[in-house]
T-cell receptor
Framework: EDQVTQSPEALRLQEGESSSLNCSYTVSGLRGLFWYRQDPGKGPEFLFTLYSAGEEKEKERLKATLTKKESFLHITAPKPEDSATYLCAVQAGGTGANNLFFGTGTRLTVIP | GAVVSQHPSRVICKSGTSVKIECRSLDFQATTMFWYRQFPKQSLMLMATSNEGSKATYEQGVEKDKFLINHASLTLSTLTVTSAHPEDSSFYIC?????????????FGPGTRLLVL
């Protein structure tokens, strides 16, 4: 059964304090792993797609990496505006391959 | 990135009434759109896949007669919650698929907050 687990559930950081969010997954044939940012009361905003182990992508203070079992979202020197819930989703290669299967997210709070 | 809009952004209705939510792809055509539901502090749960010109595909446990989906054009999908009840109160989010197969991405709308009294 496809499974996505994100940790920690919540993370509080001081401004400038770098950290990483984890997304562990078990899927039958990974087609893609997606990271989204969701602000309260808003829809998810697309950040990255990763397709194969060893792949890395960066955007401003965010860097996503992928292994065969997990993905990390590294946040370097975060700012208060980085506060949001970060969602990880996987797309499997089996039946229902259209679907994105989401984790429950990590709620990040960056304190000034 | 691709832009997806939803209307209305929030709606309050009485129990027993029907509510229609629109999802539009603004700067691209989307043959496939998705409808999700999200309860407070929970993640997104896929309700159905909406395909232009054909019937929607519903996830297990989602009542197709209660959540009517129409994808009549390449830029518009609608979700109608029929005979809404308080337990249908939730945050409904649509997404549109860009690309096909390897490299495809889903872009999400801003969501619709439904409150059924």
């Amino acid at each position: 059964e496809d499974q996505v687990t994100q940790s920690p559930e919540a993370l509080r950081l001081q401004e400038g304090e770098s950290s990483s969010l984890n997304c562990s997954y078990t899927v039958s044939g990974l087609r893609g792993l997606f990271w989204y940012r969701q602000d309260p009361g808003k829809g998810p905003e697309f950040l990255f797609t990763l397709y194969s182990a060893g792949e890395e992508k960066e955007k401003e203070r965010l860097k996503a990496t992928l292994t065969k079992k997990e993905s990390f979202l590294h946040i370097t020197a975060p700012k208060p505006e980085d506060s949001a819930t970060y969602l990880c989703a996987v797309q499997a290669g089996g039946t229902g391959a259209n679907n994105l299967f989401f984790g429950t997210g990590t709620r990040l709070t960056v304190i000034p | 990135g691709a832009v997806v809009s939803q209307h209305p952004s929030r709606v309050i209705c009485k129990s027993g009434t029907s509510v229609k939510i629109e999802c539009r792809s603004l700067d691209f055509q989307a043959t496939t759109m998705f409808w999700y539901r999200q309860f407070p502090k929970q993640s997104l749960m896929l309700m159905a896949t909406s395909n232009e010109g054909s019937k929607a595909t519903y996830e297990q446990g989602v009542e197709k007669d209660k959540f009517l989906i129409n994808h009549a054009s390449l830029t518009l999908s609608t979700l109608t919650v029929t005979s809404a009840h308080p337990e249908d109160s939730s945050f409904y989010i649509c997404s549109a698929r860009v690309g096909r197969g390897f490299g495809e991405t889903q872009y999400f709308g801003p969501g619709t907050r439904l409150l059924v009294l």
